[in-house]
């Protein structure tokens, strides 16, 4: 057994900054269709709670880094556009090919570029609307048979399900929702 280093209240803050609602989890039982539902959901309402999010944010306050070394809340809002369209093009490669490798990519190097540190947050936001609704829409019409699919992700040397996937983008979705809804909370905005 190992034992575990006692977190600092430093270390413990800058958690809670990083991941407000907690580190990913992956959940047993991945193919209950409660859960499945419920996964669905997030991924579905995620357009709305990040549009609700922002709403009323300043140029300057979307150029406002989440936490101290993170990414501005406008690097966030691109970031999750395109983090759900690589997601999105993984579920559709897992559904067309047989144990497909996905291609990973350097999410900070992404997030550097002008089209995520410069770029009006409202481009990314009609993207995810798109998106989000042809997502689910997919996701809903997955057979049980389906669901369990898999691609292999050479970067971590693992193999994903579509449940397991679909969970991890319901935590992505609520995770960087929670970034800019604690960042507007500590800054009173």
Same mark, same amino acid.
């Given at each position: 057994?190992?034992?575990?280093?006692?977190?600092?209240?430093? =270390?413990?803050?800058?958690?809670? %900054? /990083?991941?407000?609602?907690?580190?990913? !989890?992956?959940?047993?039982?991945?193919?209950d269709p +409660?859960?499945?539902?419920?996964?669905?959901?997030?991924?579905?309402?995620?357009p709305?709670?990040?549009?609700?999010?922002?709403?009323?944010?300043?140029?300057?306050?979307?150029?406002?880094?989440?936490?101290?070394g993170?990414w501005?809340?406008?690097?966030?809002?691109?970031?999750?556009?395109d =983090?759900?369209?690589?997601?999105? %093009? /993984?579920?559709?490669?897992?559904l067309? !090919?047989?144990?497909?490798?996905i291609k990973?990519? +350097?999410?900070?190097?992404w997030?550097?570029?002008?089209?995520?540190?410069?770029?009006?947050?409202?481009?990314s936001?009609?993207?995810?609307?798109?998106?989000?609704?042809r997502?689910?829409?997919?996701?809903?019409?997955?057979?049980?048979?389906?669901?369990?699919r898999?691609?292999?992700?050479?970067?971590?040397?693992?193999?994903t399900?579509?449940?397991?996937?679909t969970?991890?983008?319901?935590?992505?979705?609520?995770?960087?929702?929670?970034?800019?809804?604690?960042?507007?909370?500590?800054?009173?905005?």
């Amino acid at each position: 057994m190992s034992e575990q280093t006692p977190q600092t209240p430093e =270390s413990e803050q800058s958690e809670h %900054l /990083r991941y407000p609602i907690g580190r990913y !989890e992956a959940p047993g039982g991945q193919d209950d269709p +409660e859960r499945l539902e419920a996964w669905i959901e997030d991924i579905r309402r995620l357009p709305d709670r990040l549009e609700e999010a922002i709403e009323g944010l300043s140029e300057e306050q979307l150029d406002t880094p989440y936490r101290p070394g993170g990414w501005t809340v406008r690097q966030v809002v691109h970031h999750l556009a395109d =983090s759900h369209m690589n997601a999105y %093009l /993984r579920l559709k490669f897992a559904l067309t !090919e047989d144990g497909p490798t996905i291609k990973p990519y +350097e999410e900070s190097d992404w997030a550097k570029l002008p089209d995520a540190s410069t770029l009006a947050v409202g481009a990314s936001l009609i993207l995810l609307r798109g998106l989000h609704t042809r997502w689910t829409f997919q996701l809903e019409s997955l057979t049980p048979e389906q669901w369990q699919r898999t691609f292999y992700h050479p970067e971590n040397d693992e193999w994903t399900r579509l449940d397991a996937q679909t969970s991890h983008y319901s935590w992505h979705s609520r995770h960087h929702t929670a970034h800019i809804a604690a960042l507007r909370e500590r800054s009173g905005w």
